[in-house]
Nanobody, 115 residues
């Protein structure tokens, strides 16, 4: 059974930084491309970033390009999202998921960007 648990969210001022983490279990993590997605109140789930199984390829949505960095540690079954220069429009619940099955995602972690 796929299990994903996000952590690291919180309240941060505009321009601040956060690091989100995702602990994975129940599958062979190093074989799976992974993603981060987010959902703001009243909005649809929005893809944020993806990373290939061996970290060779990383892709980003335009709104976060140049500010967010996705990474993974296959020795620890961990996925990360470093978020810099945060903006109020980044406020959302952030989820990690299997890239090819977004329904396999964790409960999410809340990120709020506000003065």
């Amino acid at each position: 059974e796929v299990r994903l648990v996000e952590s690291g969210g919180g309240l941060v001022e505009p321009g601040g930084s956060l690091r989100l983490s995702c602990a994975a279990s129940g599958f062979t993590f190093e074989d799976k491309p992974m993603s981060w997605a987010r959902q703001a109140p009243g909005q649809r789930l929005e893809w944020v970033s993806s990373i290939a199984s061996r970290s060779y390829t990383k892709t980003y949505a335009d709104p976060v390009k140049g500010r967010f960095v996705i990474s993974r540690d296959n020795t620890r079954n961990m996925l990360y999202l470093d978020m810099n220069n945060l903006k109020p429009e980044d406020t959302a619940v952030y989820y990690c998921s299997l890239r090819d099955d977004v329904d396999q995602r964790g409960p999410g972690t809340q990120v709020t960007v506000s003065p």
